[in-house]
Every structure is written in C-alpha cells, then in structure tokens.
C-alpha cells in the first residue's frame, strides 16, 4: 500500500511539473538554421555606413483614395508599409528567415502548438506610448474582422491569442502541423489600439495614421501625391535588421496615367529611378535620352535569384466559357508568344512554363521520385498524359504564321463539340450562345501583346474584345472577380506557404477579395496545397510544391506570358547601392542612398 502510495504521489508530482519552457531565440527559420547569428550587426545586402539625408522621388502609375491599406475599400497609396514595424523582420537573402524587430526574441513550441513574442522594452508608436500586448492581440483581431480577406487565410488556423507576460504575447494554433504559421505571425503589422479607439477601421481615410515604423507621413494631395518623411528618433533605428537602411530623410511619391509619362518623367527629372518592365521602352527611349548621355540616369541590369512566378493572362473559371479544359487549351494554342516576343520585346523576354519560374521548385521533364509518388496517390483524377508527356507551352517558329498551332486548337474545339455557326463563331451546344469574352487592363502597355491574341481567337471562331478601365474601377473588378480574362502576376517566394491557400485552394474561389483569381475548384489542388503547408522538411516542400505546379500546368488556367531574371534598372546617377545585393529582393528603397556629395 505504502509503495503503491509512493507511486502515485510520484506520478501526481511528475503531472505536476510545468511544461518546458521554450527557448528564447532572436529569430526563425523556416527550414534548416538561420544565416545570422544572436550576435550579428547588419544584413550582408546593406551598407551600414550608408549617409542619412537627402530625398528619394518615386513614381506609381494610376491613383489612390485611402491610407488605410489594411482593407478592401478605397485604392490604398503606396510605400504605407513604411509607417508600420512588424513582429520579426525577413532577410532577403534566405529562403524564409526572420528575425526580432518588435519582438526583442521568440518561443516556438517544440510541438509547434503554441510561438511567443517577447516585445522589445523600446518599442514604441510615433506619438512615444510603447507597443504593447494589446496592441498586437487588437490588431490581430481587428485584422480578421475587418481587414482583406487573406488575413482570415493566413491566420485561420491560430486557436486563440493572449497576453501572457507584460512584454509577452502568445498565438495557441488548432494545427500544429503548419509549419509556417509562425513566420507568418512575424510578419504581422501591429497597430496602435489607443489611437484606433472611436475610429470605423472599416472606412477609407485620408487622415495620415499613427505607425511605429521608420517613416510618418508628411503630406497627401489625394490621388496624386504623398510623401514621408523620416522618424528622426524611430526607435528601432539601431536594430541589426534596421542598421545601413532606411537612410533617405524624404521619399516622395508621384502618380502619373501611364508608362509612357512616366518616363518621360524620369527622364526629366521629376523621380529618381524606375524598374523598366517594357521592353521596347529599355531597348529604344532610354539609349537616345539625353539625360542618359549626359550621366544623370544611369542603366544597369540586375540579374536575381528570385523565383518569377507566374505572369499570365488568367482565365476565370467562374466564366462558363472558361470552366471547360478544351476552351482553355485552344485559347493557350492562340497566343503567338515567340511572335509578338520579337515584335514587341526584341526577343528578350522568356516565356514562362512554371508557376514556380526560375527556382527549384518548378517542376520540368516528367514526373520522378518523391514527386511521382506525390502524384500517384491522385492517379485517376489526374489526365494520364501528365505522367507519361512533358507538359510543353505552345511553340511557334515567331514568323507570324502559327497555322498549326491554330489547326490544332480548332481540332480540340471540334472534338469537344463546339460547332462555327454562320458568322464564323462557334456555339457553346449546352446554351446555343457564341463563344464571346472580355479581356480586361489598366495597363495600356499590354494592348499591343493582347490584339494580336484577339485576332488569332477570332481565327478558330472565339469573339473577344480588350478593354482598358482605370485603376479603381479596375481594382474593384479584380476584388469582386467580375472579369473574363485579365493579366494577373502570381508571385511567389522560394518558400512558398500559406499564401498558396489564397492562390488556389477552392475554399477561397467564391470569397471576394480572395486572390484565387482563376476559381480553381480542384481537390487535388486543395490536397498538394495543404500538404505544402505542412511540409516537414525542405526536401517535401520542394517535391510537393513541384507537384502542384505540375498538376495546375495541366490545368491550363492561365495563358503563360513571359518572365525576365534580371531587374532592368534606370536610376538618378545621386543614388548609390550596396556593393552585395539582396539575391531575392529589389527593395531599393531601404537599402539605397544619396551620394554624400549629393
């Protein structure tokens, strides 16, 4: 008896004893150990003797109405993210790793149940009160209520959120499998409670908001013109993640209608550099601009290590037209790539052939190893060809004359029955209607790549128009997903995560402000996405993410345009740059300066 007392007040004081604790780090990996130490001063990519001082002019091409970017109302200004500090701060030159900003160290779970922010003792808003817990669990909150419809994707899986320490914050998750959940909270902006109190987060405003990041607000002229100035007593000036950056006193940002004024404006000098994405522009204008000649603008192109993404015209599944493979596939066979490459680009763009471009994770060849096992668990719901044929993007010889391609197409529309009708348009059999869509832009520069489609369409019998809207109303499409056809940038990073839920997963296809942009419905899709998520290893998220782009490859959801791994930079010869470069990053505006002479 007295043994099997001892027993159990040994097991009651074993029951007893605390949980232990989680070790205090200055930072996160996503996967494998972090490039920097406890100790480190500054990123490799900065210089930390960089002059503070002068002015940085920028350029955005369209309006805005709002300084609130948190939410789907309004068109929000751009550069708002200087005003704000985040948990954890992300290195551009890692795959994903962050490290303290606001919180001073972090407390990840071994189990990964549960990750705490200990809060930096100097942290504090512009207007001197210090960020609390109750500023961070506020603007949890107040972010999944109110604020874009990814909030609720990327924190979805989060239980509950507390303070459990004066400096501390803790985030409970349902899942303990996501892996990047708590990256994720680091990247999370916290906003000052006191200063939102009495006001509808909800609603567009004008009126300059309190931050804590290394930029206020100086002046808006609305839709046309905002500038920041910096915080002179920012408190996180000194911080390892902040030290060579952040060193203009001003940046200005100016709003023109189009490309084409804006670089005419550029070259006059009203802003000082422009990361050039039209071809025929950095071929022809910049090499006979005076300011070029005479030193004021220098051109330098910037090769980088990041993934491209895909960049597509994006078909919308909630169509009908587009809700059926063979009208996808014939409108692919459409796009004369090599052609207008040539005419328009000469001939320096690549065509994209992975949502993954430019990185390990695009899939190529045919499916092998962890991958192919990945794929074969959705054997039968999968088209046979992926396993046994190497998905090719359409090929044309670039002459012009792409017949074959346009044979082909009209071949794939017989055969799923769509029949020409006496205009020449063919008929969808289930409504007797023609087969007729809309593409849409706010960018004119993409009007001559899109006409040349429309006539090729036209070709095998399918009506569509191109309209430009402005920027607003283009905005408002694109959240509402009230369009036909669009060109759409699907980014992605080299640790791709969360975000593939928006991207793709079907229970965000019917939520507005969603960025599931092509309605993707696919429990296959839904399946690889999560599996993604949860990867234990850099080895499974490589084979995972490979299989995914494999399978929306054969998906044809998007028409693939074209990618560059190099940024094509024109920039006021007063700026300087770090001697390393970030290799995943073009975030000039933090790490630049002006010339001490300057």
């Given at each position: 008896?007295?043994?099997?007392t ?7 004081s ?10 205090k780090?200055h ?7 972090l490039?920097?130490?406890?100790d ?9 003797n960089?002059?503070k ?7 955005s091409?369209g309006?805005?109405?709002n ?7 309004g068109?929000a ?5 200087l ?5 954890l ?13 606001l ?8 189990d990964?149940?549960y990750?705490?922010?200990?809060l930096h003792?100097s ?5 001197g009160?210090a960020?609390?817990?109750e500023d ?6 107040t972010?999944?209520?109110?604020g874009?419809?990814?909030?609720r994707a990327y ?6 959120v507390?303070?459990t320490g004066?400096?501390q914050?803790t985030?409970t ?16 902006p916290?906003?000052?409670?006191h200063?939102w109190d009495?006001?509808?987060?909800a609603s ?9 990041g290394?930029y206020?607000?100086?002046?808006v002229d609305?839709g ?5 100035e910096?915080?002179t ?5 000194d911080?390892?993640?902040n030290k060579?950056?952040?060193n203009?006193?001003?940046i200005e940002?100016?709003y023109y209608r ?14 000082d550099y422009?990361l050039?994405?039209i071809?025929k ?5 910049y090499k006979d601009?005076?300011a ?16 491209a993404?895909?960049?597509a ?6 169509r ?14 459409a ?19 992975s949502y993954?471009e ?9 499916p092998e190893?962890?991958?192919?096992a990945?794929?074969?668990e ?12 190497e998905?090719i993007?359409p ?7 792409n017949?074959k391609q346009?044979?082909?197409a009209?071949?794939i529309l017989d055969e799923?029955?769509y029949?020409?009708?006496p205009?020449?348009l ?5 409504t007797?209607q ?7 832009e706010h960018?004119?520069?993409?009007e ?7 006539q ?6 399918i ?7 402005d920027t607003a109303q283009y ?5 509402t997903?009230?369009?036909d056809?669009?060109?759409h ?8 995560g ?9 229970s965000?296809?019917?939520?507005e ?10 429990p ?6 999560m ?6 290893s850099?080895e499974?998220?490589v ?7 494999r399978?929306l490859?054969?998906g044809?959801y998007v ?8 940024f ?6 007063k700026?300087a740059?770090?001697?390393?470069m970030?290799p995943?990053?073009s975030?000039?505006t933090s ?8």
């Amino acid at each position: 008896m007295k043994l099997l007392t001892s027993l159990c007040l040994l097991l009651i004081s074993f029951i007893s004893l605390p949980a232990q604790a989680a070790e205090k780090v200055h930072g996160m990996a996503m996967h494998g150990d972090l490039k920097y130490g406890p100790d480190f001063t500054h990123f490799e990519y900065v210089n930390p003797n960089a002059p503070k001082g002068g002015t940085l002019k920028e350029h955005s091409i369209g309006t805005f109405d709002n300084l609130n970017g948190f939410i789907m109302k309004g068109v929000a200004a751009g550069n708002l993210s200087l005003l704000y500090d985040t948990l954890l701060s992300a290195s551009e030159d890692e795959p994903f790793s962050e490290y303290g900003l606001l919180a001073e160290s972090v407390e990840r779970a071994d189990d990964n149940s549960y990750i705490r922010f200990n809060l930096h003792p100097s942290a504090k808003f512009h207007d001197g009160k210090a960020v609390t817990p109750e500023d961070v669990i506020w603007t949890f909150n107040t972010l999944l209520e109110k604020g874009l419809p990814f909030y609720r994707a990327y924190y979805g899986a989060v239980e509950s959120v507390e303070k459990t320490g004066e400096q501390q914050v803790t985030f409970t998750f349902k899942d303990k499998t996501n892996k990047e959940l708590p990256l994720i909270l680091g990247q999370l902006p916290v906003l000052p409670k006191h200063y939102w109190d009495g006001k509808d987060f909800a609603s567009t405003t004008l009126e300059a908001p309190l931050g804590s990041g290394p930029y206020k607000i100086k002046a808006v002229d609305a839709g046309k013109r905002i500038v920041y100035e910096r915080v002179t007593d920012y408190w996180g000036k000194d911080l390892p993640v902040n030290k060579g950056r952040y060193n203009f006193d001003t940046i200005e940002l100016d709003y023109y209608r189009d490309a084409t004024v804006a670089v005419e404006a550029l070259l006059a000098g009203e802003y000082d550099y422009r990361l050039e994405n039209i071809a025929k522009t950095w071929a022809t204008t910049y090499k006979d601009a005076q300011a070029v000649k005479d030193g004021r603008i220098v051109l330098k192109e910037i090769e980088h290590s990041r993934p491209a993404g895909m960049q597509a015209f994006a078909l919308n599944q909630r169509r009908p037209i587009f809700a059926d493979i063979a009208i996808r596939k014939a409108v692919n066979l459409a796009f004369d790539f090599e052609w207008a490459n040539r005419q328009f680009a000469y001939g320096s763009y690549t065509r994209t052939d992975s949502y993954f471009e430019n990185s390990e994770l695009a899939s190529s060849d045919l499916p092998e190893g962890e991958e192919l096992a990945i794929l074969e668990e959705y054997k039968d719901q999968l088209p046979p060809a992926l396993f046994t044929e190497e998905f090719i993007v359409p090929k044309t010889k670039g002459d012009g004359n792409n017949r074959k391609q346009l044979r082909e197409a009209m071949h794939i529309l017989d055969e799923a029955g769509y029949k020409t009708g006496p205009d020449g348009l063919r008929i969808d059999p289930k409504t007797g209607q023609p087969l007729t869509f809309e593409i849409i832009e706010h960018q004119p520069a993409f009007e001559r790549w899109t006409l040349p489609l429309i006539q090729n369409l036209k070709k095998i019998g399918i009506k569509a128009t191109f309209r430009i809207v402005d920027t607003a109303q283009y905005q408002n499409r694109v959240l509402t997903h009230d369009y036909d056809m669009t060109v759409h940038t699907f980014p992605q990073s080299l640790s791709p995560g969360n975000e593939q839920i928006e991207y793709w997963h079907s229970s965000k296809a019917d939520v507005e402000g969603s960025r599931n942009w092509l309605g993707i419905k696919s429990p296959v899709v839904d399946d690889l996405v999560m599996k993604i998520v949860n990867a234990e290893s850099r080895e499974d998220l490589v084979a995972y993410t490979r299989a995914l782009d494999r399978v929306l490859k054969w998906g044809y959801y998007v028409i693939p345009q074209w990618h560059l791994n190099k940024f094509r930079l024109a920039y006021n010869s007063k700026i300087a740059m770090p001697e390393t470069m970030a290799p995943y990053a073009s975030d000039l505006t933090s790490t630049w300066w002006v010339k001490a002479d300057e």
